[in-house]
C-alpha cells in the first residue's frame, strides 16, 4: 500500500536523482571533472527510491506476535467503526 510518507519521500528522492543527473551532464559539457559526484548523487537517490518502496517483510516476527496477536492487528475489522479495546 503506498503510503503518504513513501510517496513524498519517493517524490524527494527523484527530485535529487534529476539533480544528479543534471550535475552529472554539466560537468560533462564543461569538463569540471565532477562527473562522478553527479553520478554518485542519482544512484543513491535511485537506490533509496527502490528501498522505500520494497514492501515490509509480513514473515518477520514482531512485537504482536505473541497468544493475542489476532486481538492487536491493525488490519481486523472493527465491528460498527467503534474502539478496538471495546469489549
Do not use: W
Request: net charge negative; proline share 5%; charged share 15%.
Amino acid at each position: 500500500m503506498v503510503t503518504k510518507r513513501s510517496l513524498a519521500a519517493s517524490l524527494l528522492l527523484l527530485g535529487l536523482a534529476f539533480v544528479g543527473i543534471f550535475h552529472a551532464i554539466l560537468a560533462i559539457a564543461f569538463d569540471s571533472g565532477l562527473f562522478y559526484i553527479g553520478a554518485v548523487i542519482a544512484a543513491l537517490s535511485l537506490l533509496g527510491i527502490v528501498l522505500v518502496n520494497i514492501p515490509a517483510d509480513e514473515s518477520s516476527p514482531d512485537d504482536s506476535a505473541g497468544p493475542d496477536a489476532a486481538a492487536n492487528d491493525a488490519d481486523a475489522a472493527v465491528p460498527n467503526g467503534g474502539d478496538e479495546n471495546t469489549e
